[in-house]
């Protein structure tokens, strides 16, 4: 049997309705996944669902930042869909400002998109009636900036070994991916448009292997979901270009 095969698992993504999170549901449905999408805006939801390989996928609208509905969410996807084998949380904000200008409240909404929806998330499915009874893996989309500087992204995969310790006993896997720059998303465009032409191939450049693509981070995560990587869990894997090399 391949072990790479997502074949009969059920995997829920937040923030699927665009880059990272909207490719990992495309990839994980061709790989024979079951697909729960979570994201905020229901038109590219249902944009995403149109490219998804055949199978019993379903979408929810919802903030992910709104702690009080997110087991509700969870138990809707798991009584229409069954157990969670996966949980990808790949939604994430960007706070590209010098510290001398970060406000308070700029870094209380990078936490709580980033850090505290996926820990709630994580907390709520790796309770007994909604994850999977054989085993699960979850996987949390960083940055490599959690590698150089930024404090959100650090504390995501701080935590993801504490909790990869915490669930080790539930058969729960937690990683993270650390992803350096990746082109063509709705991110990148929006901190490109700052940024002056020299800027931008100097960014470039720092990447001995060119910019990454939304594939390349799923390819990643359809790794780290699969029975492939049963014997990881803590880790944080570095998908970027080189970027961390020089």
């Not at 729960?36 to 249902?46: A, H, V």
């Not at 995969?157 to 909790?163: C, D, M």
């Not at 002056?196 to 990447?207: A, F, G, V, Y």
């Not at 869990?233 to 970027?243: A, H, M, S, W």
Request: some cysteine; glycine content about 8%; hydrophobic content about 40%.
């Amino acid at each position: 049997m391949n072990p790479f095969t997502l074949e009969g698992k059920k995997i829920l993504i937040t923030g699927a309705s665009s880059g990272i999170g909207k490719q990992c549901a495309i990839s994980c449905s061709q790989m024979g996944a079951m697909v729960t999408l979570i994201g905020r805006n229901k038109d590219t939801l249902q944009k995403t669902m149109a490219l998804l390989s055949k199978g019993n996928h379903q979408y929810f609208v919802f903030d992910v930042t709104d702690y009080s509905g997110i087991e509700a969410i969870v138990n809707d996807a798991v009584r229409k869909m069954g157990k969670v084998s996966g949980f990808i949380h790949s939604a994430g904000i960007d706070l590209p400002l010098p510290l001398n200008v970060t406000k308070p409240e700029n870094y209380e909404a990078l936490f709580a998109t980033n850090v505290i929806a996926g820990f709630e998330f994580a907390k709520i499915l790796s309770k007994r009636k909604y994850s999977d009874d054989s085993g699960s893996s979850f996987v949390f989309i960083a940055s490599i900036m959690s590698v150089v500087g930024n404090p959100s992204l650090s504390a995501i995969v701080a935590g993801i070994r504490s909790i990869a310790l915490e669930f080790a006993n539930k058969k729960i896997r937690v990683n993270a991916i650390s992803p350096g720059q990746i082109c063509n998303t709705k991110m990148t465009d929006n901190k490109f448009s700052l940024l002056p032409r020299e800027d931008i191939d100097k960014i470039s450049d720092s990447h001995p292997l060119g910019l990454g693509s939304v594939e390349d981070v799923a390819n990643g995560c359809i790794y780290l979901l699969s029975d492939a990587s049963k014997w990881i869990t803590g880790t944080n894997l570095i998908i970027d270009g080189g970027y961390s090399a020089r």
